[in-house]
């Protein structure tokens, strides 16, 4: 119920076949320096995936210099990330599997914060540290050789925060779990044609410093999803939702997708309704050494929306362009108050716009693409653009296969001015100029089992700030090595 514009699910892959061991260093600008190292594969009904990632920046400047008082240094924020996941599965019979998914994050950040009035950056540097798990275990039920597929989970989340700025005299500490258990079940009616029922029931909580808040949620669902002749489409569900603070609200969706014989266009549509209740970190969750404070008195975001675009592909699908066009009015939209201080509510929100594409596979060994996205974002009540939307971006991307080994891409990537406030939200209303970035990558396969890479940002090294008062990384150079091996015993 929370997605407006529609969900983007990524499901991580589990392991198959002989043993395959990875692994990666990355380093270049900002005194960057990342490893991973993986281990994965199957046997028999069993099948593995082990993760380990090192993310490392040591002195990226954000810190804009006519910011600073004279004669204080710029501190470069300065973060590290160690991650661990792993991904487990076996088959027990033909009707049933169990799964497990883990993965753990211990990550610190020194960053510059602001102190005093009128508010300058602080000459010492805060910290934000975060343990995070999340764990998921399913079970998987099949019927009927496979044609009705039952799933059983518990997804368990877990946060600790620890924030101390200069001359705090103690660190602020922030807890918080969620729990969910849920099920769906998917039948197959008929080749193409899928049915989906869902129920999940959701409850969390939150501690902070003389602190707790506690929410639950409970929803059901049904979806059809039905492909005819592998010309026409249609995914339409409903779904109700029982908030135990913001109470019962049933939100629907239909989707249609039509491809025209003979011309292959695909002319597609949507029309949806969508509630977001407020996090209990948007409600009450403070961040005193970012001066940025909850909201108690928020309210849940509903929404009303939709979209209707074509594709069209030419030559046998070497070239394809397509066009979408969104609208969506969101009542009591959920964004940071004018102040940049807290969270407030917009009474009556209209996004709109279009999104289109182009795309051309020139010859085999070369391809370009190009997107642009036009959004009107805008507060109904006075019609100005919200903060920090940009109305225009667009980008250009380039690979080239000059020889089967090496492969380049070229991007540029172009965001229009927008909105915004100052860094302390002491001045709204000001106007953030745009900017345009070039980005460069290469990789090159010395073997089966050996790639090098190299990629460049902001080629031009340009200096630009987003959002207000805050730099973005100038040039960057980063090269490393990917190794994977087979069959590893």
Same mark, same amino acid.
């Given at each position: 119920?929370?997605?407006?514009?529609?969900? @983007?699910?990524?499901?991580?892959?589990?392991? $198959?076949?002989?043993?395959?061991?990875?692994?990666?260093?990355?380093?270049?600008?900002? =005194?960057?320096?990342?490893?991973?190292?993986?281990?994965?594969?199957?046997?028999?009904?069993?099948? +593995?995936?082990?993760?380990?990632?090192?993310?490392?920046a040591g002195d990226i400047p954000v810190t804009?210099?006519?910011?600073?008082?004279?004669?204080?240094?710029?501190?470069?924020?300065?973060?590290?990330?160690?991650?661990?996941?792993?991904?487990?599965?076996?088959?027990?019979?033909?009707?049933?599997?169990?799964?497990?998914?883990?993965? +753990?994050?211990?990550?610190?950040?020194?960053?510059?914060?602001?102190?005093?009035?009128?508010?300058?950056?602080?000459?010492?540097?805060?910290?934000?540290?975060?343990?995070?798990?999340?764990?998921? $275990?399913?079970?998987?039920?099949?019927?009927?050789?496979?044609?009705?597929?039952?799933?059983?989970?518990?997804?368990?989340?877990?946060?600790?925060?620890? %924030?101390?700025?200069?001359?705090?005299?103690?660190?602020?500490?922030?807890?918080?779990?969620?729990?969910?258990?849920?099920? *769906?079940?998917?039948? $197959?009616?008929?080749?193409?044609?899928?049915?989906?029922?869902?129920?999940?029931?959701?409850?969390?909580?939150?501690?902070?410093?003389?602190?707790?808040?506690? /929410?639950?949620?409970?929803?059901?669902?049904?979806?059809?999803?039905?492909?005819? #002749?592998?010309?026409?489409?249609?995914?339409?569900?409903?779904?109700?939702?029982? =908030?135990?603070?913001?109470?019962? *609200?049933?939100?629907?969706?239909?989707?249609?997708?039509?491809?025209?014989?003979?011309?292959?266009?695909?002319?597609? #549509?949507? +029309?949806?309704?969508?509630?977001?209740?407020?996090?209990?970190?948007?409600?009450?969750?403070?961040?005193?050494?970012?001066?940025?404070?909850? =909201?108690? /008195?928020?309210?849940?975001?509903?929404?009303?929306?939709? %979209?209707?675009?074509?594709?069209?592909?030419?030559?046998?699908?070497?070239?394809?362009?397509?066009?979408?066009?969104?609208?969506?009015?969101?009542?009591?939209? @959920?964004?940071?108050?004018?102040?940049?201080?807290? +969270?407030?509510n917009v009474n009556l929100a209209t996004t709109?716009?279009?999104?289109?594409?182009?795309?051309?596979?020139?010859?085999?060994?070369?391809?370009?693409? #190009? %997107?642009?996205?036009?959004?009107?974002?805008?507060?109904?009540?006075?019609?100005?653009?919200?903060?920090?939307?940009?109305q225009e971006k667009w980008s250009a991307a #380039?690979?080239?296969?000059? @020889?089967?080994?090496?492969?380049?891409?070229?991007?540029?990537?172009?965001?229009? %001015?927008?909105?915004?406030?100052?860094?302390?939200?002491?001045?709204?209303? @000001?106007?953030?100029?745009?900017?345009?970035?070039?980005?460069?990558?290469?990789?090159?396969?010395? =073997?089966?089992?050996?790639?090098?890479?190299?990629?460049?940002?902001?080629?031009? /090294?340009?200096?630009?700030?987003?959002?207000?008062?805050?730099?973005?990384?100038?040039?960057?150079?980063?090269?490393?090595?990917?190794?994977?091996?087979?069959?590893?015993?």
């Open positions: 119920s929370d997605a407006i514009g529609g969900v @983007i699910s990524i499901v991580t892959r589990k392991g $198959e076949g002989p043993p395959r061991a990875t692994t990666s260093i990355e380093t270049g600008s900002f =005194n960057t320096f990342n490893q991973t190292v993986g281990l994965s594969g199957a046997q028999d009904n069993f099948n +593995y995936a082990f993760n380990v990632a090192h993310f490392h804009p210099l006519q910011l600073l008082p004279p004669g204080q240094k710029a501190n470069g924020n300065n973060y590290d990330n160690m991650t661990y996941s792993t991904k487990l599965g076996l088959d027990i019979n033909e009707n049933w599997s169990v799964n497990s998914v883990v993965r +753990y994050t211990d990550a610190t950040l020194l960053f510059t914060g602001d102190g005093g009035f009128p508010s300058v950056p602080n000459a010492t540097q805060s910290t934000h540290a975060v343990q995070q798990l999340f764990n998921r $275990e399913e079970t998987v039920w099949s019927l009927l050789d496979g044609r009705i597929r039952n799933y059983f989970g518990v997804n368990y989340a877990s946060s600790r925060s620890n %924030d101390i700025g200069p001359g705090d005299p103690l660190a602020t500490i922030t807890t918080g779990e969620r729990i969910k258990y849920d099920w *769906h079940a998917v039948t $197959e009616l008929a080749r193409g044609n899928n049915l989906i029922v869902g129920a999940e029931q959701q409850t969390e909580r939150m501690d902070t410093t003389g602190f707790s808040a506690e /929410n639950g949620n409970k929803a059901g669902f049904i979806e059809l999803q039905s492909e005819f #002749a592998r010309r026409f489409f249609l995914v339409t569900n409903i779904r109700n939702d029982h =908030n135990d603070q913001f109470g019962e *609200h049933a939100t629907y969706r239909v989707a249609p997708a039509l491809i025209v014989p003979v011309t292959e266009t695909k002319l597609k #549509a949507s +029309y949806g309704t969508g509630f977001k209740a407020p996090t209990l970190s948007e409600l009450y969750q403070n961040f005193p050494t970012f001066g940025f404070f909850g =909201n108690p /008195n928020l309210k849940p975001e509903q929404s009303e929306g939709y %979209d209707v675009g074509f594709e069209q592909p030419l030559f046998n699908d070497r070239i394809r362009f397509g066009s979408t066009y969104f609208h969506n009015s969101i009542t009591n939209l @959920i964004t940071t108050n004018a102040t940049f201080t807290s +969270y407030a709109e716009g279009t999104e289109s594409f182009v795309w051309a596979q020139v010859t085999e060994r070369f391809g370009i693409r #190009a %997107d642009y996205t036009f959004t009107r974002a805008v507060d109904a009540a006075t019609g100005l653009q919200l903060l920090r939307r940009p #380039a690979t080239w296969m000059p @020889i089967d080994p090496l492969m380049l891409s070229a991007t540029v990537l172009h965001v229009s %001015d927008w909105r915004d406030v100052t860094r302390d939200g002491s001045v709204s209303g @000001i106007v953030t100029p745009g900017y345009t970035l070039v980005n460069l990558r290469g990789d090159y396969a010395v =073997n089966d089992e050996v790639k090098v890479f190299t990629r460049v940002d902001n080629l031009f /090294n340009l200096h630009y700030q987003n959002p207000t008062g805050f730099l973005a990384p100038g040039l960057g150079v980063f090269g490393g090595i990917r190794i994977a091996s087979y069959g590893v015993k």
